[in-house]
């Protein structure tokens, strides 16, 4: 490959990774990567139990996508939350006109919920921070907390690649567990889910990244790692990276 060729392909590459990121639809990815998905199904385990929910909150919406998926199964009253501030707007113009307000709220930056004790009898987590005294002060009594996590150890093949530790290391189904039972939920189910998401272009690579940008170093840029990358589309491709996900749910005793 010529210098020039190398030049063309890291250009494209930045311009693509620098592209403006909207909610957490991967759809722009499609026919790029393929990823294997947990065997349990979130949507439909969110759906079961959205059946005999009156008052229903789902947290970390992004752009509203998944819980705009379930809309015939949410109840009148059901809120969502978003931290992100570009995502807020996409969420509220998504979930506005199907009757869902949106409220800004970030568990890692907010220290309290924006709701009143007992304000709701199931609250929905997927791939979204959470403080589990604050999930259960939120539920009513034997209200139910539905959350699905990208485990810390997800694409460690990434940090092996471009360098940098583990950023969240103390994502794992065990300690999220303690946590919760330690908040005063009872656990009821728990499962782990070990696959893999395999990129066909190191052009979707990249995208990829740009949207999920924890799993590579934080000064993680296509110029910056064009050697890699360069490397990667001579000689390493496809792309595959392991993918770990956990899933609990768990209920609020009556008795506290």
């Not at 063309?8 to 722009?28: I, Q, T, Y």
């Not at 987590?125 to 002060?137: G, I, K, L």
């Not at 000689?235 to 996900?245: E, I, V």
Request: no cysteine; aromatic share 10%.
């Amino acid at each position: 490959m010529s210098d020039r060729e190398r030049h063309v392909l890291v250009n494209e590459w930045s311009v693509r990774a620098k592209a403006p990121v909207s909610g957490w639809d991967f759809e722009e990815l499609d026919g790029e990567f393929s990823a294997d998905e947990p065997d349990w199904g979130y949507s439909s385990m969110a759906r079961e139990l959205l059946v005999t929910a009156e008052h229903a909150l789902d947290m970390g919406t992004g752009g509203g996508e998944v819980l705009l998926s379930l809309r015939d199964a949410l109840p009148e009253d059901t809120v969502a939350t978003e931290g992100w501030p570009p995502n807020v707007g996409v969420a509220t113009a998504v979930l506005g006109p199907n009757g869902i307000d949106v409220v800004r709220y970030d568990a890692e930056a907010d220290s309290v919920m924006p709701f009143d004790d007992g304000r709701f009898d199931l609250v929905l987590n997927r791939h979204e921070a959470f403080d589990p005294n604050e999930v259960h002060r939120v539920l009513g009594p034997a209200g139910l907390f539905l959350t699905q996590q990208v485990d810390g150890r997800s694409f460690e093949e990434a940090r092996r690649l471009f360098g940098g530790s583990i950023t969240y290391p103390h994502v794992t189904v065990d300690r999220f567990r303690r946590d919760l039972e330690a908040a005063g939920f009872v656990v009821e189910f728990a499962a782990e889910s070990i696959g893999t998401v395999t990129f066909h272009t190191v052009s979707a690579m990249v995208r990829y990244f740009a949207i999920v940008p924890w799993d590579v170093p934080d000064d993680f840029t296509v110029d910056r790692y064009a050697g890699v990358l360069l490397d990667l589309h001579e000689t390493r491709q496809p792309l595959t990276f392991t993918s770990h996900y956990f899933i609990l749910r768990a209920r609020r005793s009556r008795a506290n």
